[in-house]
Every structure is written in C-alpha cells, then in structure tokens.
C-alpha cells in the first residue's frame, strides 16, 4: 500500500506528459515556424524595397547623364512603372481560369 501513491503520481505525470507531447509541442512547433516566416518575409521585403530604391537612383543619375533635363527623375520613375505594368500584363494573360470565370 505504501507504492500506491508513488505509483499514482507516476501515472498522472505519464499521462500529462503524453498529452503535451499530442498538443502543445505540434503546435509549438507550428507557432515557432509562422513567426520565423513572418520575421524571413520581413527581412526579404525590405531587402526588396531597398534594392528598389537604389535601382532608382542608379537609373536617375543613368538619365540625368544621358538626357540633360530637370525631369530625369519623373523619367526614371515612368521607366520602372512601364517595367511592371508590362510584367504584370504579362502575368495577367498566363494565369489560369477558375471555373466561374470559364462559363462566362
């Protein structure tokens, strides 16, 4: 009779270890890859954005040198905004049709 609570309290620890081991460290595991994504897709989002930034200036001080004018800035700027409209036109007419879209 004297192991009956040794052994009880035994069990109890199995079991909740057991239970932990189903719940919460999954979703640990799942928590801890979103927030390293999160924290990836904001590093390379900023990467972007200042690799943009200094494509602009390249292009700029490009423009200015070529062309002589006070606008080469508003030049630069159409340049790169004519880039993505022509990529994203292009993306625009090889994406797939959903079933919605086919019917129509």
Known sequence: MDDFPKRTADLLEAFTSRIRSLTVEP????????T???VGMTLVGAALLFLLIG?????????????????????????????????????????????????Q
């Open 27 to 34: 979703v640990a595991k799942v928590i801890k890859f979103i």
């Open 36 to 38: 390293l994504g999160m």
């Open 55 to 103: 494509i602009l200036r390249i292009l700029g001080e490009l423009v200015s040198k070529a062309c002589d004018c006070s606008s080469y800035m508003e030049i630069t700027y159409a340049a790169v905004g004519g880039v993505f409209l022509l990529v994203g036109a292009l993306l625009w007419s090889r994406r797939t049709k959903t079933g919605d879209e086919e019917k």
